[in-house]
């Protein structure tokens, strides 16, 4: 039976090897507990990424000594983020061309060509009110109001009705004209002006930009500019020469700058400019150890520290808290596709390791891991490639479904990016890793399997790490460097699994496939005990192991955990293993002197006593859970049906039927079903009289249906179809155990000319004694 055994483990262990072995399935949830469960496993999941997003929102940076120039730096400076620094030089020459280009504003006011002719109107009336009596005393009065010497022929001149009359309707309103478009003092202080002149007319409170300023008068160019009009218009010189006279003296520029307005204009342009800066790099060294430290340096260590920047980032907050909620659906969905629910107990395992490496890669970006102060050339962009993220998928997918752990490994993956406050590169680098573990884990059985899976785990690695290096165009030494830290990524998420997996199976009660792989040994010492003690049931459970092994893989269930539990379902029969017909060996039934519902009280017994052996030995909840529902409610027909007869005899009153049912529950997940089922089958087959295969599929096939219509499998997820391939599958086992075999003759054998007797395994020497008929609903 041993070589039997271990050549179906080794089988198993090939099978398991070429076909992905089934995550062990979650906690089952009753209906009744289903909301609260879910509300709390939500519930759970939010508080999480609550704390997550309010991490995220903290902005701590390192802190940093400012050195002055000429200092000598005690410690490497290297910038925590990416940030601009003005470049002083530039902003100023920027500034400066500014300032050149700004037009000056020329003010073009109207009152001074008032106040002229207001002054030339009362000139023109005082020399036309002299007399001949006193002109020497007008020209003396109109002399000094010109601040001029008045030659005899000018005053000739001024005196005559033609000069006034030239005046009033031919100089005053071309000089209108021209102080209309404005008169400069002296057009030199503005003809080097490239960029023209702004001109402001007060009056209308207009502006215009002038770029030729030669379209202008001074005040110079005014009187050539009357001159040559008067001379157009063919009046004689000495006429011209006496309206210069009068006019010259009396011509003020309208169009002035306005220092005031100008400067105040340029210094909006200049304020207006913006700061020329250039941008420094995350990690980018600013000052090195033992370096003297340079004006530059200084400027750069006060810019990056004395930058005012928020305590606590609430976009960030919430930007994380959305975006990660949004993964946390994504997990959920997946979980609800696969027909499982996370309970309150997995949503707190996902939390923990979210929190725990979430709280990781801020402590690594708060302090600027590794020792760069020592090390140059590790910067601290380098030593994030180290963080064991994919440890993190691989460990939770030993206790759930691929699909949940990759949906977990991509949340890992962007939380950590971005608590390290870094780009696309790292994000891809985690999402590459922890999806990558997780499949690789997925089939893994025993710890060797994980120091195995390091390998694949650093190709990938590596092949993400080159591949990062090719698009940004890194240095041969960037990339050694990176490949030291890569590798001991890899190292560690390794190492990760191997200590954490304990750890978890004793907090969170989990089974994972390598201590289902411990149970499974014939060594364990309930299973010794089980051999001596009970060998029968031992034997018997062997069967069902098998058997449900084999029904578990054809359906897609998880064989394996549904061979351990098998192994384990009969345990309680320890306690009084005498009292089952398969330990008894031809000997007395002890329930020949039992009462039919003491005998039924001894038979549900093992359940109980099996789940308090599970709980001592510590197998975990989803065998304990297995053992307690491996006969559901089912009825212990054959005492009960004693029992009525003894009752019918003696005219008693009805039995309670309840009191004959096991307790239950019944079968909450397919590997519960399907140990229901085996176990029923195989124990009532040890009544069958003559095993052939057409009586084997019979009765498998009635068995089944008188499960499912007991209803015991309602609330297993097991399909019609599921039924029927678990059909077929047990009665290809069982007509193997029931074998034909051929006679041999022995020593006593004299008639030698009979042909050979074949035999079954039922009437085959050395066989366990057939089970009594009421074996297959007490064992």
């Known amino acids: 039976m041993l070589m039997n055994d271990t050549r179906n483990k080794q089988s198993l262990k090939k099978a398991n090897s070429l076909k992905p072995a089934v995550p062990s399935p979650m906690p089952p949830v009753k209906p009744d507990a289903a909301a609260s469960t879910s509300i709390g496993s939500v519930a759970v999941f939010v508080a999480c990424m609550l704390f997550v997003a309010a991490l995220a929102g903290v902005n701590i940076e390192p802190g940093q000594k400012v050195f002055l120039e000429g200092e000598i730096a005690a410690q490497d400076v290297t910038a925590p983020r990416d940030f601009l620094i003005e470049d002083q030089e530039s902003t100023r020459t920027r500034k400066e061309q500014v300032a050149l280009t700004q037009p000056p504003i020329f003010d073009l006011a109207q009152i001074p060509f008032a106040q002229m002719t207001k002054k030339l109107t009362a000139l023109l009336e005082l020399i036309a009110s002299s007399t001949s009596e006193e002109p020497s005393q007008i020209q003396n009065l109109v002399a000094e109001e010109l601040n001029t010497q008045i030659a005899s022929s000018v005053w000739a001149q001024w005196t005559g009705e033609s000069f006034h009359e030239l005046m009033h309707s031919t100089v005053i309103p071309w000089l209108e004209e021209a102080y209309q478009r404005g008169v400069l003092a002296e057009r030199r202080f503005v003809a080097d002006i490239p960029t023209g002149i702004v001109v402001r007319d007060l009056s209308s409170g207009t502006e215009q930009l002038h770029l030729n300023v030669s379209d202008y008068h001074d005040l110079a160019d005014l009187s050539d500019a009357l001159d040559n009009h008067l001379r157009a218009a063919q009046h004689s010189q000495a006429l011209r020469r006496a309206v210069l006279a009068l006019v010259s003296p009396l011509l003020r520029p309208n169009l002035t700058l306005n220092q005031e307005a100008t400067q105040s204009r340029v210094a909006n342009a200049v304020q207006a400019v913006e700061p020329v800066f250039y941008q420094i790099k995350k990690g980018e060294i600013i000052v090195r150890k033992a370096e003297r430290v340079s004006f530059d340096q200084q400027q750069k260590m006060q810019t990056l520290f004395s930058d005012s920047t928020d305590v606590y980032l609430w976009g960030r907050f919430g930007g994380m808290f959305l975006i990660t909620l949004a993964f946390a659906m994504g997990i959920f969905h997946s979980a609800k596709s696969l027909g499982k629910r996370l309970s309150p107990k997995d949503s707190l395992l996902l939390a923990s390791m979210i929190i725990i490496f979430a709280a990781l890669a801020k402590f690594v970006a708060v302090n600027r891991l590794p020792l760069n102060q020592e090390l140059t050339y590790l910067a601290a962009d380098v030593f994030v490639f180290s963080l064991p993220v994919a440890g993190a998928a691989g460990l939770l997918v030993l206790y759930f479904p691929v699909l949940i752990c990759l949906f977990s490994g991509a949340l890992l993956a962007f939380v950590c990016s971005q608590m390290l406050h870094a780009g696309y590169d790292i994000f891809l680098f985690f999402l590459v890793g922890t999806s990558g573990y997780a499949i690789f884990l997925r089939n893994a059985q025993t710890r060797m399997d994980i120091l195995r899976s390091a390998s694949p785990l650093l190709a990938i690695l590596l092949g993400t790490w080159a591949a990062l290096n090719l698009l940004h165009m890194q240095t041969l030494a960037w990339f050694v460097s990176g490949t030291v830290f890569v590798t001991a990524g890899a190292i560690l998420s390794t190492l990760l699994v191997l200590a954490l997996s304990p750890v978890v199976e004793f907090l969170f009660g989990y089974t994972s496939r390598f201590k289902l792989m411990e149970l499974m040994s014939l060594e364990q010492p309930l299973l010794q005990s089980l ?172 068995l089944v249906r008188t499960v499912f219509n007991e209803g015991q499998l309602d609330e297993s997820d097991l399909s019609l179809k599921d039924l029927h391939i678990l059909s077929e599958t047990f009665q290809r086992i069982l007509t193997g155990i029931f074998h034909q075999r051929i006679h041999y003759p022995g020593p006593h054998d004299h008639d030698a000319s009979q042909p050979p007797k074949a035999e079954t395994a039922k009437t085959a020497p050395l066989r366990l004694a057939p089970r009594a008929s009421f074996a297959h609903s007490g064992g």
Do not use: W
């Not at 009280?601 to 197998?619: D, F, I, N, Q």
């Open 531 to 702: 051999m001596v003690n009970a060998p029968g049931t031992y034997h018997h459970c062997l069967i069902v192991a098998n058997m449900t092994e084999a029904g578990a893989r054809a359906i897609g269930a998880n064989p394996l955990l549904a061979k351990v539990a098998a192994l384990y379902h009969d345990i309680g029969k320890l306690k009084n293993p005498h009292y089952f017909i398969e330990n008894q060996f031809g000997c007395e039934n002890r329930h020949d002197k039992l009462a039919p519902s003491m005998s039924a009280l001894v038979l549900t017994s093992h359940v109980k006593k099996g789940v308090e052996l599970a709980s001592a030995y510590k197998l975990g909840p989803e065998i304990t859970d297995l053992i307690q529902q491996h006969h559901g409610t089912r009825l212990i027909s054959f005492f009960y049906q004693k029992a009525l007869n003894q009752a019918e005899g003696r005219g008693m009153e009805n039995v309670r039927e309840d009191d004959f049912r096991y307790p239950g529950p019944k079968p909450q997940t397919r590997e519960a079903g399907i140990i229901l089922l085996a176990d029923a089958i195989e124990a009532s087959s040890r009544t069958l009289v003559d095993p052939t295969p057409s009586r084997i599929k019979g009765h498998i096939q009635n």
